[in-house]
Every structure is written in C-alpha cells, then in structure tokens.
C-alpha cells in the first residue's frame, strides 16, 4: 500500500452533478499493484475505508501520448454566442497555464493578446476575458506547452475556427408565471430532445422572467420546488425518509425560431 502525506496536494477531486460521485486526480508515481488506502474518519472515529487500485504511468513516449490533455472550444457547432463568454475546456485538469501562448485573430487581422484566464473549480474549464462582437469570424491559437497538466504532459499546438451571429438570428422568451408564492423555485428552459439545462433563474414569487438570445430551437420549461433553499434539486433519502422535491413541466412544447418574441403564461397548479 502506497503511503502519502494528506497534507501535500496529491489528488484534484472532480465530481458529478449531483456532488455524491467523485473521481480523483492525481500524480503520484506508482508500481504495478500498488494500491492507495483512504481512510474516511470524523473525529478521530473511523467510518470507512477505501482501496484505490492505481494505475502506473505509461513508461513509453506512445503510452504518453493517450494521456496528453485534449483542449476544445465549448460550443462544438463552429458558432460562439457573442453575448456569452468564451470557453475553452480540457480533458484533463490544468496545473499552469501560460496565457501569452494563447492567440486570438478577428477577422484575419488584428490579433487580441490575453492577459488573464479564470479557472474552473475542477480545472479543466477556462473562460477567456475577451468581448466578442456580432458578425465576426475568429480564429484561435492555442500554441504547444500552453497548458501543463496534473500529470506534468502538455498540449500541441491547435486552431480553432468560429464565427458569431448577429442579436436578430435569436429570440426572446417572455414568460409571465402566476399563483407562485412560498419558498424559492428554480425555474430552467431545456432542450427538447435531450434536457440539457439552457438557461436557469431563481424566483421568489409571481413575476415575468425572460430569456434571451436563443437559438432557434425547441425547448421545454422545468421547475424545481426548491424547499431548502438550497438552489439545487434535492432526490431524497430512504435513511431519514425524505421525499424528492417536487419538478413539474409547463405543458407545452416550446418552438423559437430566429428573429421571434414569444409570451407565454406560466399558471403553477397549487
């Protein structure tokens, strides 16, 4: 079993939605077999432990070459929302970043130096501090050994390629939500096919609520009856007994198309 000092920072922890699934990162050179133990305790009361089998790192520049982080803009279409910041992301965490290896070119002329980047809490998200502007065509360099991952490998040298729109290829969804009172609900606008969580608002009480810059596109409107306040969807426990919160659905389907200004009236059953 492998011995690691808890206080050296030996892991990056990433976890799911819903916080109750974790994967750990780590860096620690390892043999073949060995295992790493963790001892889960609350005041000095042990309450489990756990047996991570480790895998070593490849010893071959081939191997190597499967672990190097794969870095990507966040929209995959080759259209970036000019109104949204832009994103790049990494497949795996990123321990240092040097900013000046990254290169931004608007319509093949000037070229935008970045000074800064904010990280992600799991590091393996960027946004990058630039405003884009409508009807443009950019162009991305992300040039080798700008970022260096937890297992100390770099990235290659990628180009990306994108454009943005203009404010009248979206729409614009009004929605007026009557017999809403008590605690906070957490109002989110979905993909239809898919669920994917677009846009999502915290409300008090009855009010309209609007969302803008849509693509066009159809969607559906979820709302969580959040009663711990908590701002997220709570699923409950058997141990104590504890119900889901409670999720219901606008009734309809909603279709944006381009240019469009909807209203909808949202009527919450009590």
Do not use: C
């Not at 050179?29 to 963790?38: C, K, N, P, R, T």
């Not at 832009?86 to 040097?98: A, G, M, R």
């Not at 969302?211 to 709570?234: C, E, Q, T, V």
């Amino acid at each position: 079993v492998l011995n690691v000092d808890i206080k050296s920072n030996w892991y990056l922890p990433e976890y799911d939605l819903e916080k109750d699934t974790v994967w750990i990162w780590t860096n620690l050179e390892v043999e073949e077999g060995q295992s790493l133990e963790i001892e889960i305790s609350d005041n000095g009361v042990t309450l489990d432990t756990i047996e991570l089998k480790l895998k070593p790192k490849p010893s071959t520049e081939k191997g190597l070459l499967g672990l190097k982080p794969s870095i990507k803009i966040k929209e995959k279409s080759g259209i970036v929302k000019y109104f949204e910041d832009l994103k790049i992301t990494s497949s795996n965490p990123i321990i240092d970043l040097n900013i000046k290896g990254i290169i931004i070119r608007e319509n093949d002329t000037v070229a935008i130096s970045l000074n800064s980047s904010d990280f992600g809490e799991e590091r393996k998200e960027f946004t990058l501090p630039i405003k884009l502007k409508q009807e443009s065509n950019y162009t991305l360099y992300i040039y080798k050994n700008s970022f260096t991952d937890i297992f100390g490998l770099t990235n290659d040298t990628i180009k990306f390629e994108f454009k943005t729109l203009s404010d009248i290829e979206y729409a614009s969804l009004e929605v007026k939500v009557e017999n809403l009172s008590g605690y906070p609900k957490i109002i989110q606008l979905t993909a239809e096919s898919n669920e994917e969580v677009i846009r999502e608002l915290i409300v008090l009480n009855g009010k309209k609520i609007e969302f803008a810059n849509l693509s066009p596109g159809k969607y559906k409107l979820k709302m969580i009856f959040d009663n711990n306040s908590n701002r997220k969807w709570d699923s409950g426990s058997f141990i104590p007994r504890k119900n889901p919160e409670r999720v219901i659905y606008f009734s309809d389907q909603i279709e944006m198309k381009e240019g469009w200004d909807k209203k909808i009236t949202w009527i919450i059953p009590e």
